[in-house]
């Protein structure tokens, strides 16, 4: 148990992340399950609203697309329902259209480099960041037009 609370105090940690520390320490498998129920007996893990509050901030302050947020939340070990759940809450489809525009402002201040070519990389800088094909052009396309800069 005391394990487990030193892991804790550095950041809040999914009850995977949790799970498989232990395991990593040497903890027995058999014991790992008592000890998580201990934790959430405390209110010290929360799967539920650390999922929805990390998928708020991968797309608020880390300007995350939907694809991305999923990658990472379920890379912290949370079960697929709580990732699907805290998806629908900040994956509505003007969120993410307005997530990918605000991403783009913050790479691009200047607006999209000119051309083919900076609309594309523009567009890779969007899907690298998770965001489905069509946020990708409608946040191009809109940003092009706030700062024309020809072909």
Not at 29 to 35: L, N, R, Y
Not at 45 to 66: H, K, M, N, V
Not at 89 to 95: D, G, L, M, R
Not at 111 to 122: D, N, Q, Y
Request: charged share 30%; with cysteine; proline share 8%.
């Amino acid at each position: 148990m005391e394990l487990a609370l030193g892991m804790l105090e550095r950041r809040p940690l999914s009850e995977g992340e949790v799970a498989l520390r232990l395991a990593r320490k040497g903890v027995e498998e058999g014991e790992i399950p008592a000890v998580i129920s201990r934790l959430r007996a405390q209110g010290l893990l929360e799967d539920a609203t650390l999922c929805r509050r990390l998928a708020r901030s991968y797309q608020e302050e880390r300007r995350y697309g939907p694809a991305k947020i999923a990658w990472k939340l379920a890379s912290r070990r949370f079960p697929r329902e709580l990732v699907e759940e805290a998806l629908r809450e900040v994956a509505s489809p003007p969120a993410v259209a307005e997530a990918a525009a605000l991403a783009l402002r913050k790479k691009f201040p200047g607006g999209v480099p000119p051309g083919r070519e900076g609309a594309a990389k523009a567009y890779r800088f969007l899907a690298g960041r998770g965001f489905p094909p069509d946020a990708c052009r409608a946040a191009v396309g809109r940003r092009r037009t706030e700062f024309p800069q020809g072909d």
